[in-house]
Structure formats: C-alpha cells, structure tokens
C-alpha cells in the first residue's frame, strides 16, 4: 500500500520537518519540501534554513495549502537528517502540543511524530517519488474539540507504520484511530440531534483500523483490513485486491494531476484520462462485511416508529419488497439469493457479507464495459455472493 502523503502531507508539515548536515544542504532540503509539496497545491517557504549538528531547523515557516489561510510557525526542528545523490531522509519530526481557542470552541492537541519522512530531491527519477513523500512511521497524541464545558470531539491517539521504502519492494502499512468519541447532543440541526436522539446515538464512540500491502513491482494492492467499529452498534470491515497499481501508475496519475492544476488540461478531458488510466487496474477480489450490534435493531425500531407499526411490520414490508426492487437487476438467480440473504438478516441481525470472488483478475475495462452496455451480468462476471450471519 503506498505511504504517499498526498492527502497527509500538509497536515504533517503543519507541524514540524528534517535535513543534511551543511547549511548548502539545509536550504536545498528546504527547497526539496517546497517542491514537492508545490506538487499538491500546498505553497511552502522559510526566512532561514540552518544546521545543528544532524539537524536541521526550519525558522520563519509559512505553509498555505491551496486556496485556505496560511500557517505560520516559528521554527522547526527536522531531527537525524540523512543525505544521498538523489534524496534526503528525516528521522524524526516532532510536533509539539498546542492550545487554539477561535469562536467559542476550543483545541487541543497532546502533539505527534512523525519518522523516517523520504524527502526526494529534483534528480530524483522513482516514479513512486515523483508527485509525493515516504513515511515510515508516525505517533499522533490525544485531540479534543470541546465548547464550553462540553467535548464534541476527541481521539485518544492514532498510530501509522510502513516497511522502510526500497525501490520495488513490497510495502506492508498499518494505521490505527484510537478513542474516537462524538458528541450529537449539541448539533444546531435540529433533525440530526433529534434523531440521533431517537436511536440513542447522542454519544458515539470506536475505532478505525487499516492494515494492507502493496507491491510497485506488480501493482498489487492488497487491503486486509479497513474496519470502523463503532462502539454499541455495529462494525463496518472492506477488504479489497487490485491488480495494476504500479510505481508507472502511480507517476502517470502524478502528472495528469501536474496538468490539471496548471491549467493544461480540462475538468472534462481530465475524467476521460482517469478513465484511461484505470483500464490498466484489475478487480481480484473484494468484502464488505457488517457486523450488528444494535443498529439495524434500532434503525428497524426507529422506522416502525416513525409510521406507527411494529418492527416485525417493518421487517415483513421490507422483505416483501425487496425481491421486487432486486429483480430490476434483471438476474433472477441473483436477485433470489439476495434477497433471501437479505432477509434472514433482518429477522436476525448479526452479520451480512457481500464478497466479490472472480475465478480470475477482472479488468477494470470489462467491468465498465458491462456497466454500460449489460449491467446485470456484473453479479456474474466479479461472482458477487451475499450471505447473512455466517
């Protein structure tokens, strides 16, 4: 699985950053940062770059992702900076705890680290590299928004880690979302707060959970896990394997995305790129599985509610329809297995799985094909099951 830090990077940076040994070198870490972050739109610049032993520390940072306000930081400490022909390793990035209080709400923030960040340098010619940075590993502390004395938003910490970078080698990652915790009783809509208030979901805690794999050489992508487990109601779990995903990939969706934020390309001719590019990604296999415990049973309640019947009404309504709304599909066999599956699940809920097993790889191409021209071969094509409570 890539560590690309696409989405992440400016979030990171907002933090704290590394370098060489020299002060030549320090500013050229500098300027290799700012590159590569100029890539995903974020703009990034220093009023001095100096060394400090294996350090490097950054004074008089400005970071402005897109079109949003800037982030000024006074200085910034990149620990244990390695320097090779074509790129730059930072050790350790240290963000340090911080306070901010704006219109009557209130963060906290315990700090993080951030390891082995690759910084790539203009040479640099790994396709992998090309629009983005490695991370090797990161520790983020306890956050919390609070308004007046009451929390509406925590996190007891998240944690990432990824097999060091080596060009073609397979990258195994893990990333992990401790102690979420939401508060809906002080929602200003008033139909969110009230239903969340019907279910008894005023407070919602839990977990999320990615574990995975991937190979540059071969494109493989391999998602064991991406589970959010929300405490007392239910656990949501996808895996998925894609064939396709190379380093080549990855650099080819790099520069179209170069071209469109320079203007050189348009929004429309854009998606019929992107639609290229993923003809060359196959479908392996796929599940998403849902785990109950007390959703469906509430959310069954809750409707019942709302029309004045029993939630066996509901379900038997549910049932009766469904076989209706499933043979639009028109594969009849399908839409029978379905809905029975379907169906045992709502008398009983405790688990429903929806697994993709195709005999062999199936390109994207064909899947897209039968989408447009004979949609309801596609149960056939990927060998789509749907079972309940096994």
Same mark, same amino acid.
């Given at each position: 699985?890539?560590?690309?830090?696409?989405?992440?990077?400016?979030?990171?940076?907002? @933090?704290?950053?590394?370098?060489?040994?020299? /002060? /030549?070198?320090?500013?050229?870490?500098?300027?290799?940062?700012?590159?590569?972050?100029?890539?995903?739109?974020?703009?990034?610049? %220093?009023?001095?770059? $100096?060394?400090?032993?294996?350090?490097?520390?950054?004074?008089?940072? #400005?970071?402005?992702? +897109?079109?949003?306000?800037?982030?000024?930081?006074?200085?910034? *400490?990149?620990?244990? %900076?390695?320097?090779?022909?074509?790129? @730059? *390793?930072?050790?350790?990035?240290?963000?340090?705890?911080?306070?901010?209080?704006?219109?009557?709400?209130?963060? $906290?923030?315990?700090?993080?680290? @951030?390891?082995?960040?690759?910084?790539?340098? !203009?040479?640099?010619?790994?396709?992998?590299?090309?629009?983005?940075?490695?991370?090797?590993?990161? $520790?983020?502390? !306890?956050?919390?928004?609070?308004?007046?004395?009451?929390?509406?938003?925590?996190?007891?910490?998240?944690?990432?880690?990824?097999?060091?970078?080596?060009?073609?080698?397979?990258?195994?990652?893990?990333?992990?979302?401790?102690?979420?915790?939401?508060?809906?009783?002080?929602? $200003?809509?008033?139909?969110? *707060?009230? #239903?969340?208030?019907?279910?008894?979901?005023?407070?919602?805690?839990?977990?999320?959970?990615?574990?995975?794999?991937?190979?540059?050489?071969?494109?493989?992508?391999?998602?064991?896990?991406?589970?959010?487990? %929300?405490?007392?109601?239910?656990?949501?779990?996808?895996?998925?394997?894609?064939?396709?995903? #190379?380093?080549?990939?990855?650099?080819?969706?790099?520069?179209?995305?170069?071209?469109?934020?320079? +203007?050189?390309?348009? !929004? !429309?001719?854009? +998606? @019929?790129?992107?639609?290229?590019?993923?003809?060359?990604?196959?479908?392996?296999?796929?599940?998403? *599985?849902?785990?109950?415990?007390?959703?469906?049973?509430?959310?069954?309640?809750?409707?019942?509610?709302?029309?004045?019947?029993?939630?066996?009404?509901?379900?038997?309504?549910?049932?009766?329809?469904?076989?209706?709304?499933?043979?639009?599909?028109?594969?009849?066999?399908?839409?029978?297995?379905?809905?029975?599956?379907?169906?045992?699940?709502?008398?009983?809920?405790?688990?429903?799985?929806? #697994?993709?097993?195709?005999?062999?790889?199936?390109?994207?191409?064909?899947?897209?094909?039968? /989408?447009?021209? /004979?949609?309801?071969?596609?149960?056939?094509?990927?060998?789509?099951?749907?079972?309940?409570?096994?």
């Amino acid at each position: 699985m890539t560590r690309s830090l696409r989405s992440a990077t400016a979030l990171t940076l907002l @933090f704290a950053f590394g370098s060489p040994a020299l /002060a /030549a070198d320090a500013q050229a870490l500098a300027d290799s940062i700012a590159r590569q972050l100029g890539k995903n739109s974020v703009t990034f610049s %220093v009023e001095s770059a $100096e060394e400090d032993g294996d350090d490097v520390i950054l004074k008089g940072v #400005t970071i402005t992702p +897109g079109e949003n306000n800037p982030a000024n930081i006074a200085e910034i *400490r990149l620990k244990d %900076v390695e320097e090779s022909d074509d790129r @730059f *390793r930072i050790g350790e990035i240290e963000a340090p705890e911080m306070t901010v209080a704006k219109e009557g709400k209130t963060l $906290e923030f315990a700090g993080a680290s @951030f390891t082995g960040l690759i910084v790539p340098k !203009e040479n640099n010619t790994d396709p992998l590299l090309s629009g983005s940075m490695m991370l090797e590993g990161a $520790e983020v502390g !306890e956050l919390s928004v609070s308004e007046g004395d009451k929390t509406v938003f925590a996190m007891e910490g998240a944690s990432y880690s990824a097999t060091p970078y080596v060009p073609g080698e397979v990258i195994e990652s893990a990333f992990e979302v401790n102690g979420l915790q939401a508060d809906f009783s002080g929602v $200003e809509d008033p139909k969110v *707060r009230g #239903t969340m208030a019907a279910l008894g979901y005023e407070q919602l805690a839990g977990d999320i959970s990615l574990k995975g794999s991937w190979n540059p050489a071969d494109g493989r992508m391999q998602i064991s896990e991406y589970k959010l487990d %929300v405490d007392d109601a239910a656990a949501i779990n996808l895996t998925l394997d894609i064939g396709g995903i #190379t380093a080549q990939f990855i650099q080819q969706a790099n520069e179209l995305a170069a071209k469109q934020r320079a +203007g050189e390309i348009k !929004e !429309e001719a854009m +998606g @019929f790129a992107m639609l290229g590019l993923m003809q060359q990604l196959s479908l392996n296999g796929a599940q998403l *599985r849902l785990d109950d415990a007390s959703l469906t049973g509430k959310l069954l309640d809750f409707a019942a509610a709302q029309q004045g019947a029993r939630r066996e009404d509901v379900v038997n309504m549910a049932k009766g329809m469904m076989p209706m709304f499933l043979m639009r599909l028109q594969n009849p066999d399908f839409a029978t297995r379905t809905a029975n599956a379907a169906g045992a699940y709502l008398d009983d809920p405790q688990s429903l799985t929806v #697994t993709v097993a195709p005999a062999s790889p199936v390109p994207f191409a064909q899947i897209m094909g039968a /989408a447009m021209s /004979a949609p309801n071969t596609i149960p056939d094509i990927l060998s789509v099951e749907v079972t309940a409570n096994d």
